[in-house]
């Protein structure tokens, strides 16, 4: 599967903005989605996940009950929904994708990567 996250941008601090993770080639829908991001010398860090049939979502401490992550199978798109920016969420965003997960926390666990998209917070 082809993964094309888009979106990013520059945004103020409390601001918000959605992005999005089109998907092409294998079936969409049967596969596990996710958001990870990569600060400036930092490691990448785990964001959100959502399952293949869109039930099951979870999300990592520092984003919980500001992001939302969502998807629409029949568009082969994945989203992530950024509220109440901070700086802090300054990052390049890369959407991920997997048949089955175990320990999704984990990047090295996901086997196609979109190019990320980055997003700028300023104070």
């Known amino acids: 599967v082809q993964l094309q996250a888009f979106g990013g941008g520059l945004v103020q601090a409390g601001g918000s903005l959605t992005l999005s993770c089109a998907a092409s080639?294998?079936?969409?829908?049967?596969?596990?989605m996710a958001w990870f991001r990569q600060a400036p010398g930092k490691e990448r860090e785990f964001v959100a996940l959502?399952?293949?049939?869109?039930?099951?979502?979870y999300y990592g401490d520092s984003v919980k009950g500001r992001f939302t992550i969502s998807r629409d199978n029949a568009k082969s798109t994945v989203y992530l929904r950024m509220n109440s920016l901070e700086p802090e969420d300054t990052a390049v965003y890369y959407c991920?994708?997997?048949?089955?997960?175990?320990?999704?926390?984990?990047?090295?666990?996901?086997?196609?990567w979109g190019q990320g998209t980055e997003v700028t917070v300023s104070s």
């Open positions: 959502i399952s293949s049939n869109g039930i099951s979502t």
């Open positions: 991920a994708a997997v048949l089955s997960i175990a320990g999704y926390g984990l990047a090295d666990n996901y086997d196609y």
């Open positions: 080639g294998r079936t969409f829908s049967s596969y596990v």
